[in-house]
């Protein structure tokens, strides 16, 4: 007998249909026997076809899935390879940019598919709750979400799809570059110390220390000027900025000045910014003032008749027009007033109006060995240190007189035990590469090579930020987390597993400039040089934006290949729409105090779906678009001292996979989502210096629960 099928709303034509007949004829309740007996009768086949074509669906979609699984794995192996061998070779380096795109749309496919039986599950659970009246009610519509389930998975399958012809074209040129499967490890070296070595222990610049402090404590050149400026000018990495911090914490200098303040420029120079940051220095506390006029006028009357010393550094910018309007805010100083520039470009020094310069030149072999070895050899035996100072000193004399360089080698050398490693890395090709300009990317790539995989991919991420930006390490850590870097297994914590890759990283003085805040916790940045390492490597898929500077940025074409941008936006300018050609973006950091982005947010949202750090830290927005709710992917929300941030969508209980969210320091935030239990994978929950009154019913659902760092108990 053939079966017809049924759409559900032919059966409540039918239904409709059958009651106005029925009401004629039937008693009450003989007629809701008769009316409904049949249409449940032919509901329960719909229902019947619509599982047996759910099944179906489901298996073929899950077996694609577990294929697509299994194809990343071998293309990452591949990439293990690849990325080896793309510093030497630009076919190979373009080869595995197009592979690691389409790395990123199967995770994020992978990812699509995950959720959704996430939210079905989720959504099952709720169903089963609900009273039977409430069940029989909804009777009627659960085919119509049936249907729903079977489209999204049809959906999904169509994605796979794309992206398997996306891969079987690339496939095609693997025989090219003849690449071979190297099995990445994510096994961490262990280091037995820590390679954190005093900033203040200085090797071979005795002498300039002495010049520069010479030079700041002694007369003005010139009895007519009240502030002179000195320059330390060199390479990249050669020791400008630590020999500035000697000085500037001396004790003779800190008691011969009235005020000291420290700016770090770097590139683009910002006016508005330098001035704010002078005047925090000066005033002990944050401006309100947003005016470049208005903040020089006030610099200027902070440092009236008072001998203070300004330290501006890593200055790149060569424009006299930029620089004039802060000089002449410094014009009110006591005489004996002094201003300390640090840059690698002597154009910088000759326009900032240098009276004193101090060139630092490169150190000698023997000093450089000096640096090497008290990392490389730091708790080491005697025998040890025996058996291989001489080759320690081969590989020192591959440090080109930068000391940085020395570091960082030094480091590398820390985790070698044998002999055969050490030379090993003397006689590395990558010491040859003749198309690595800078001095320093040699030791930089060897210590980078000589990393696991995935301890790799967390320090090119880093990238994404600008220069100088000062990262806190345990958010930095749940943005791994949020890229899906780090793994957790039976005995350690994802956030374990961060900590050690983080250590690593230091241990190699890949980071610097550690401190600890009292709300952040340890606090550190990346030394320009070894930034723009990273910038090196990552190419298009790290890019940071100053959209005051948009013409000077790369072309617009870039959005479309980027995957971790961090953007800074002014009251003045609008926010960019070019932005939403990154439709593969998966970390975005904005600052700006523009009142106006939520509304641009709620668009990049729509766009962007594929977002999964999202960093609003100090943004002037009032409210969380709606529209955060389609951000399925989303696993790290950094809202921190968003001052004006009154609310938070009830939408943001459908980000299933959210893993942090920090509203610490928001003062006007009075709640949190009243469905807030619905994140059943969150892990951080900060909303301390908030204002933030109770925990919503629900919280016992999120088991996996590690940071709540206040909660408020009523009577």
């Known amino acids: 007998m053939k079966t017809t099928s049924v759409s559900p709303l032919e059966l409540k034509m039918e239904c409709h249909s059958q009651y106005k007949h029925a009401t004629r004829k039937i008693h009450p309740q003989q007629m809701a026997e008769a009316l409904l007996s049949p249409i449940l009768e032919q509901l329960s086949t719909v229902v019947a076809q619509q599982v047996q074509e759910e099944v179906n669906l489901v298996g073929g979609v899950q077996k694609q899935v577990d294929k697509l699984k299994s194809n990343l794995l071998a293309i990452?192996?591949?990439?293990?390879?690849?990325?080896?061998?793309?510093?030497?070779?630009?076919?190979?380096?373009?080869?595995?940019?197009?592979?690691?795109?389409?790395?990123?749309?199967?995770?994020?496919?992978?990812?699509?598919?995950?959720?959704?039986?996430?939210?079905?599950?989720?959504?099952?659970?709720?169903?089963?709750?609900?009273?039977?009246q409430k069940m029989r009610c909804s009777f009627l519509g659960s085919p119509c979400f049936c249907f729903n389930q079977v489209a999204r998975r049809r959906?999904?399958?169509?994605?796979?799809?794309?992206?398997?012809?996306?891969?079987?074209?690339?496939?095609?040129?693997?025989?090219?570059?003849?690449?071979?499967?190297?099995?990445?490890t994510d096994e961490l070296q262990r280091i037995t110390s820590t390679?954190?070595?005093?900033?203040?222990?200085?090797?071979?610049?005795?002498?300039?220390?002495?010049?520069?402090?010479?030079?700041?404590?002694?007369?003005?050149?010139?009895e007519a000027r009240d502030v002179d400026v000195i320059s330390l000018v060199g390479l990249g990495g050669i020791g400008k900025t630590t020999l500035a911090q000697l000085a500037f914490n001396n004790a003779e200098v800190t008691a011969h000045f009235d005020k000291k303040i420290w700016v770090c420029v770097s590139d683009p120079f910002d006016e508005v910014r330098i001035a704010k940051a002078i005047l925090e220095a000066l005033q002990r506390g944050a401006s309100n003032l947003v005016e470049l006029e208005s903040l020089l006028q006030s610099v200027s009357e902070s440092i009236k008749g008072k001998k203070f010393l300004l330290v501006l550094d890593d200055v790149w910018t060569e424009s006299h027009g930029q620089w004039e309007p802060l000089?002449?805010?410094?014009?009110?100083?006591?005489?004996?007033?002094?201003?300390?520039?640090?840059?690698?470009k002597h154009a910088?020094?000759?326009?900032?109006?240098?009276?004193?310069?101090?060139?630092?030149?490169?150190?000698?072999?023997?000093?450089?060995m000096s640096i090497f070895n008290q990392v490389a050899f730091h708790k080491r035996s005697k025998d040890?240190?025996?058996?291989?100072?001489?080759?320690?000193g081969k590989i020192a004399s591959k440090c080109k007189g930068l000391p940085l360089a020395a570091k960082v080698l030094g480091g590398l050398m820390q985790s070698k035990r044998t002999r055969e490693e050490w030379e090993h890395v003397l006689s590395s090709e990558l010491w040859e590469l003749e198309h690595v300009e800078r001095a320093l990317f040699p030791p930089l790539l060897l210590s980078y090579y000589d990393l696991p995989y995935v301890a790799r991919r967390c320090f090119l991420y880093c990238a994404m930020f600008p220069k100088d930006y000062e990262m806190g390490k345990d958010q930095l850590v749940k943005m791994w987390m949020a890229q899906g870097y780090l793994k957790e297994t039976p005995s350690r914590d994802m956030e374990l597993v961060g900590e050690e890759y983080f250590q690593v990283l230091v241990a190699r003085s890949f980071f610097q400039d550690f401190q600890m805040d009292e709300h952040e916790g340890m606090t550190f940045k990346i030394h320009d040089i070894v930034h723009d390492f990273a910038q090196f490597l990552t190419k298009y898929e790290c890019l940071t934006v100053d959209v005051n500077n948009l013409g000077e940025q790369k072309t617009e074409t870039t959005y479309e290949r980027v995957h971790h941008l961090s953007m800074k936006l002014s009251e003045e300018t609008s926010f960019p729409m070019s932005i939403h050609k990154a439709k593969g973006l998966r970390s975005l950091l904005i600052d700006s105090r523009d009142p106006s982005l939520g509304a641009a947010l709620a668009d990049v949202f729509k766009q962007l779906t594929c977002i999964r750090s999202l960093n609003l830290a100090e943004a002037s927005i009032k409210e969380m678009p709606n529209e955060v709710g389609k951000l399925i992917h989303l696993r790290h929300l950094n809202l921190v001292s968003s001052v004006k941030l009154q609310s938070l969508p009830e939408t943001m209980c459908n980000l299933c996979n959210l893993q942090s969210l920090n509203v610490s320091g928001c003062w006007s935030l009075k709640e949190l989502p009243h469905a807030i239990g619905k994140l059943t994978k969150l892990r951080h929950l900060k909303i301390v210096y908030s204002s933030v009154a109770f925990i919503p019913k629900g919280m016992e659902r999120i088991t996996c629960l590690r940071t709540l760092d206040r909660f408020t108990v009523f009577d």
């Open 76 to 132: 990452q192996s591949v990439l293990e390879d690849a990325d080896r061998k793309q510093v030497k070779d630009k076919a190979v380096r373009d080869w595995a940019d197009k592979l690691k795109d389409v790395c990123y749309d199967m995770d994020d496919v992978l990812d699509e598919w995950s959720t959704a039986i996430l939210r079905w599950k989720m959504e099952e659970a709720e169903e089963n709750t609900r009273s039977l």
């Open 327 to 344: 000089k002449l805010s410094f014009k009110g100083g006591a005489p004996g007033s002094r201003i300390l520039v640090t840059t690698r």
């Open 348 to 368: 910088v020094a000759t326009m900032m109006g240098t009276d004193h310069w101090i060139n630092l030149e490169r150190l000698s072999d023997e000093v450089c």
């Open 195 to 222: 390679s954190l070595v005093d900033e203040s222990i200085v090797r071979g610049r005795d002498d300039e220390r002495e010049a520069l402090v010479s030079k700041l404590l002694g007369e003005s050149s010139q």
């Open 384 to 392: 040890e240190r025996e058996r291989l100072t001489e080759i320690g």
């Open 155 to 184: 959906d999904i399958a169509l994605k796979i799809k794309e992206v398997c012809e996306k891969v079987d074209e690339i496939a095609k040129e693997r025989a090219m570059f003849g690449f071979e499967l190297y099995r990445a």
